[in-house]
């Protein structure tokens, strides 16, 4: 087979802006797809700031910097990845969603392009099923955010050829990343282990057992974690959360899976995290402060 050199990411928000800026760093040519100019054009700001971000620390040069953004381009439509080799899919946590943009792509890409999806927990094999290539279809699951966090979860689909794992494996390695396989089950292995703990998080301050900050300190002093289950749970985007915590319920029938009612009256109120300025804390003074 053909090397990697041109891979294409559908999505220009937190996660593809991450996953095109360690791939563009690599060497690899970028194509990013994303509903608007506009979403594009704030990902390259983002990326841009980011790779800066690194110049200052001295983990790269200002010509690599340089480098990786020459080799980020749009791609107003689907067309502009007639020439990719990998297409990521990086969209919204949203199966319905998902199953619109392959059933769009797939035309588009050449027979022996790979489709990638960088869900969180959502059936590899299911999503495979929707496309015109289940054989050649992975799960490439990023951590965020994608220029620091060292994981890539790696799920293969029950057609997922042994090349196709192959060439995605090279190129988890080529971007330094550190790759550990999962089975394709709901949430796979790290959300599967790290949301039920943070749905208890919520559902412990919904029962009145703790406060917000008393929590989040309990579990970072407590449990050295680097940041409290709330905390965290605003940084990843409650509506994301809650999102993989349905696919937990509803994939394995288990009632310790329910989503806390709280949780949903967030995400209902539009308070999602950081990206809506309020969550468990409200971000729109200097200092966040806790919500309840």
Not at 240 to 257: F, H, N, P, R, W
């Amino acid at each position: 087979m053909e090397p990697i050199r041109k891979v294409g990411v559908v999505g220009a928000g937190q996660m593809g802006s991450g996953i095109a800026h360690v791939v563009a760093l690599s060497g690899y040519d970028v194509a990013i797809n994303d509903l608007s100019k506009d979403r594009y054009d704030a990902a390259i700001d983002l990326i841009a700031k980011n790779l800066e971000r690194q110049v200052f620390k001295g983990k790269i040069s200002e010509d690599e910097k340089n480098a990786a953004l020459g080799r980020i381009s749009f791609a107003e439509t689907f067309e502009g990845f007639s020439d990719a080799d990998l297409v990521v899919e990086a969209a919204t946590e949203d199966e319905t969603v998902k199953r619109k943009i392959f059933v769009s792509l797939c035309p588009f890409l050449k027979p022996d392009a790979i489709l990638a999806t960088n869900t969180s927990s959502i059936s590899i094999t299911r999503l495979a099923a929707t496309t015109d290539r289940p054989e050649r279809f992975i799960g490439m699951h990023f951590m965020n955010p994608v220029p620091i966090m060292e994981l890539v979860e790696m799920i293969r689909g029950i057609a997922t050829d042994d090349v196709t794992f192959s060439r995605a494996k090279e190129l988890v390695g080529s971007l330094g990343k550190t790759m550990a396989v999962s089975e394709d089950f709901p949430a796979f292995m790290v959300n599967r282990i790290l949301l039920p703990m943070i749905n208890e998080a919520v559902y412990t301050l919904y029962e009145g057992v703790g406060s917000v900050d008393a929590i989040d300190t309990a579990m970072r002093l407590g449990a050295n974690h680097p940041m409290g289950p709330l905390q965290l749970a605003d940084f990843i985007g409650l509506d994301t959360c809650l999102s993989i915590m349905q696919v937990l319920y509803e994939g394995l029938a288990d009632s310790k899976y329910r989503p806390c009612p709280l949780l949903v009256k967030y995400v209902e109120a539009g308070w999602l995290g950081r990206k809506t300025q309020r969550g468990f804390y409200d971000y729109r003074s200097d200092e966040p402060m806790p919500t309840r």
